[in-house]
């Protein structure tokens, strides 16, 4: 089993670097990887189910380890790189590959190692290696199309992203610093988290919010969100997706992981502050930019600062109800977005635009793009039987009962807000008389269709899964002192 | 061999004296090739903060990592900065967006900031008093040069001086790292060190292609993006 563990990151760093190198299956290598790490993720939940919350396999010496929390990211990195990977399969082209085709199948791959690295490190020196690698991997698939539009969108993200990862580095230095004037230079999880080292609370909490503040800039928390609009409208569809629904998701999970060695330290009001403010304020920014958003991959963009905020909210309540459906809805949200964003390439493939007012009448005149399209929106609206519909419900449960009545009332409003701006421009895309092109796609709009419905299947049956899923999530939670 | 508490003192204070220093410098100034000098230096003071520190404390390791700081913050980055002007780059910030009196007021209000906000970190590393030790004594300095780094990122326009501004920042948290902990672990700070060299790499192409894609002016035009 822990052979895994190191063998997952290897696996994608390996298959990207070979495929980077010799152009051998471009298409496949990134399918293959986000398959890889699936089926470990998928192992490790498994291991989780049978063996219950205590389970945890270390690795690597102890810079590697996988708990519930680490094994139900590394399954959803896998679901969402899949449905994004094969998703994003466009047709195939004569020839040998290009040097373009093979940087980005490469660099996908790395991605994917990255991200499992990030949630399977236990050390928070190589949990910030791997989140910044993430930054690394992504800026040129970010600028892939070489336009000026995405390069400057490239820029902003590499100077915004390293910054923000650099604060980061500070808070993981002075957590360090602080084990170590407690007697154990250490960055391990395991032993930070223990409480038995006499860490300084003053110290800590400097540590706990740089690293807070460093790691929500990567998960594109306001007010350090303003990269995540343009890096994510401007790169290729599958790559939106990766960082949308699940890179994002990742940089979370480090953010929990800094919060369970604060709670410990300093007990959960701290970082619940910081976590709510971040929350609200992101779902105030994605309300007010949502309503008047004349881009559709933008506005995808905003929905996903939107449920990062709700993300931010549910862990800043705490307790286990509200950190199950915070992973629940991360879960949720990640597949959904994943299939939104692979639909949303398509649409911009075979209409031209990614302009609102110029796509009318979808549904009549292009059913085969429309239809998961309006599914997957469905979906981050939070219409049942969607994941995100009970997610959604169980945080403000959460939150009612521990005493956040207004925040709540807030949360719920902001998301009406959402809903009505989101709903609104989906429909004037996809209604109307179908004035436009129709009859056959461009060969660049076709594509698989297998991965988006697989993916929205899942969004629908995770929610009323309880049985395995929910005791998994459970666990998970519990793993992040929930 | 072992430093004596006063060399180590002096020494210390001498190699964060030039990286704060030298970050003043680069607010005042607008030359890029001269900058790239002061960024050399800064690596060099790091080398030697590095150095001085791991000799005090009798660890063979922190030589080594002095070594490679010295070989990638003196000598690789300063180069890639170099090739980026050589390329075609302006070589002078001509576009900043506070004037040089505004940005040496901005440093001194940041470096009496950093002084303030050090507070709990220097005492929880032995209450800050004269008995602290040379090195949690210089810890404000590693967050000044961290404020400055931040302020050339966001008042500079040009992509290559933002560049320099990331460095500074970087060198920053490294000072602070290196006065708190002794350093991290052998292998975080390789990989810390190597992941700056990388993005350092990365915004040096993606500037050159934003040069290619939109003509030398590439940064200031920076507003195709918006809502």
Not at chain 1, 52 to 76: I, K, T
Not at chain 1, 328 to 341: E, V
Not at chain 1, 431 to 447: F, M, Y
Not at chain 2, 36 to 59: D, K, N, P, S
Request: net charge positive.
């Amino acid at each position: 089993m822990d052979v895994l563990l190191v063998l997952t990151p290897v696996v994608g760093l390996l298959l990207g670097v070979l495929t980077g190198a010799t152009g051998r299956g471009v298409r496949l290598a990134p399918v293959v990887t986000s398959l890889v790490v699936l089926g470990v993720g998928v192992v490790l939940v498994v291991h989780v189910a049978v063996e219950g919350h205590a389970a945890v396999v270390g690795a690597g010496g102890g810079l590697l380890r996988a708990d519930a929390l680490s094994a139900f990211m590394l399954a959803l990195v896998g679901a969402v790189g899949l449905t994004a990977t094969w998703g994003g399969l466009g047709p195939r082209r004569p020839g040998p590959a290009d040097a373009s085709a093979r940087r980005y199948a490469g660099l996908v791959c790395v991605f994917l190692a990255a991200m499992s690295l990030a949630v399977l490190a236990d050390n928070l020196g190589v949990l910030w290696i791997a989140v910044e690698a993430t930054t690394l991997a992504t800026a040129f698939l970010v600028g892939h199309h070489g336009t000026r539009r995405s390069l400057e969108a490239a820029w902003k993200y590499v100077v915004l992203g390293s910054v923000g990862v650099a604060i980061a580095l500070l808070g993981t230095v002075l957590l360090y610093a602080a084990a170590r004037t407690a007697g154990q230079a250490t960055l391990s999880w395991t032993v930070l988290t223990s409480g038995q080292l006499p860490l300084d609370p003053g110290l800590v909490k400097v540590a706990a919010g740089l690293a807070v503040l460093g790691f929500a800039t990567k998960a594109g928390l306001a007010p350090m969100h303003s990269w995540l609009p343009d890096a994510h409208s401007q790169a290729p569809a599958p790559v939106s997706g990766l960082m949308s629904g699940v890179l994002l998701a990742v940089a979370f999970s480090a953010i929990l992981r800094v919060q369970a060695v604060a709670d410990v330290v300093l007990g959960p009001s701290f970082v619940r502050g910081l976590l709510l403010t971040a929350g609200l304020a992101s779902l105030l920014v994605a309300a007010a930019l949502i309503l008047r958003q004349r881009d559709f991959k933008r506005l995808l963009a905003y929905s996903s600062i939107e449920h990062l905020g709700l993300l931010a909210v549910g862990a800043a309540i705490g307790g286990r109800l509200a950190v199950a459906a915070v992973l629940l809805h991360a879960l949720g949200h990640g597949l959904a977005k994943a299939s939104a964003f692979v639909m949303s390439g398509r649409i911009l493939a075979a209409e031209g635009t990614t302009t609102i007012a110029d796509v009318h009448g979808l549904l009549a005149r292009r059913p085969q793009l429309a239809v998961p399209y309006v599914t997957a929106i469905a979906a981050l609206l939070g219409f049942p039987p969607f994941a995100l519909f009970f997610s959604e419900v169980a945080i403000v449960l959460a939150g009612w009962q521990a005493g956040l009545g207004v925040a709540m009332g807030g949360v719920l409003v902001l998301l009406l807000v959402v809903f009505a701006g989101l709903a609104r421009a989906t429909a004037g895309m996809v209604l109307g008389p179908p004035d436009g092109p129709v009859g056959e796609l461009p060969p660049a709009a076709r594509g698989p269709m297998a991965p988006v419905w697989l993916a929205l299947a899942a969004t629908a049956a995770a929610g009323l899964l309880a049985v395995p899923l929910g005791g998994v999530l459970t666990a998970a939670a519990r793993a992040v002192g929930a | 061999m072992n430093l004596s508490t006063g060399a180590v003192t002096q020494l210390v204070a001498l190699s964060t004296g030039t990286l704060l220093v030298s970050a003043v410098v680069l607010v005042w100034r607008r030359s890029l090739r001269p900058a790239v000098r002061l960024i050399a230096l800064q690596g060099v003071a790091l080398a030697v903060l590095v150095a001085t520190i791991g000799l005090a404390e009798g660890g063979g390791e922190l030589v080594v990592v002095a070594a490679i700081v010295l070989v990638l913050k003196a000598v690789v980055v300063p180069f890639v900065l170099d090739r980026g002007i050589a390329a075609g780059g302006p070589d002078r910030e001509d576009q900043a967006r506070l004037n040089p009196t505004a940005g040496l007021v901005s440093v001194a209000l940041l470096t009496t900031l950093a002084y303030l906000v050090s507070r709990p970190v220097t005492a929880a590393l032995g209450g800050g008093g004269p008995d602290a030790g040379p090195a949690a004594a210089a810890v404000p300095v590693g967050v000044a040069v961290v404020l400055i780094g931040f302020l050339l990122l966001v008042t500079r326009r040009r992509a290559l001086s933002q560049v320099v501004g990331f460095v500074v920042l970087d060198n920053g948290i490294a000072t602070i790292a290196f006065l708190t902990s002794a350093g991290v672990p052998l292998l975080v700070e390789l990989g810390t060190s190597f992941e700056l060299l990388l993005i350092v790499l990365i915004l040096a192409v993606l500037s050159g292609r934003m040069r290619s894609a939109a003509g030398p002016k590439a940064l200031d035009s920076m507003n195709e993006l918006r809502d």
